[in-house]
């Protein structure tokens, strides 16, 4: 059974940074896309940053300029950089992995919480 094990998340204040990590294991195929996704207090969950495993990768606008993904393949890990933390990134950020025909898996979450 995939395990995504969520790391690095925490209390910050504003302007500040943190870099998350998800290190999959039990992995028996290959990974397409590695990524991080957020759900803050009463809002829908959504894309934060993803990338392929060709290198490719997508970032929200909200956080495009200020965050970096990155993958390491051969630890199955995907990391993100966040700067310039603002109040409006606290959410719960979820690891997500999926395999070539795009099922997905999902890490169990990390709390990321901004102060002012």
């Known amino acids: 059974q995939v395990q995504l094990v969520e790391s690095g998340g925490g209390l910050v204040q504003a302007g500040g940074s943190l870099r998350l990590s998800c290190a999959a294991s039990?992995?028996?195929?290959?990974?397409?896309?590695m990524g991080w996704y957020r759900r803050a207090p009463g809002k829908q969950r959504e894309l934060v940053a993803t990338?392929?495993?060709?290198?490719?990768?997508t970032y929200a606008d909200s956080v495009k300029g200020r965050s970096t993904i990155s993958r390491d393949n051969a630890k199955n890990t995907v990391y993100l950089q966040m700067n310039s933390l603002k109040p409006e990134d606290t959410a719960v950020y979820y690891c997500?992995?999926?395999?070539?025909?795009?099922?997905?898996?999902w890490g169990q979450g990390t709390q990321v919480t901004v102060s002012s």
């Open positions: 997500n992995i999926d395999n070539m025909y795009g099922y997905p898996y």
């Open positions: 039990r992995i028996t195929f290959s990974i397409n896309h």
């Open positions: 990338t392929t495993s060709g290198g490719s990768t």
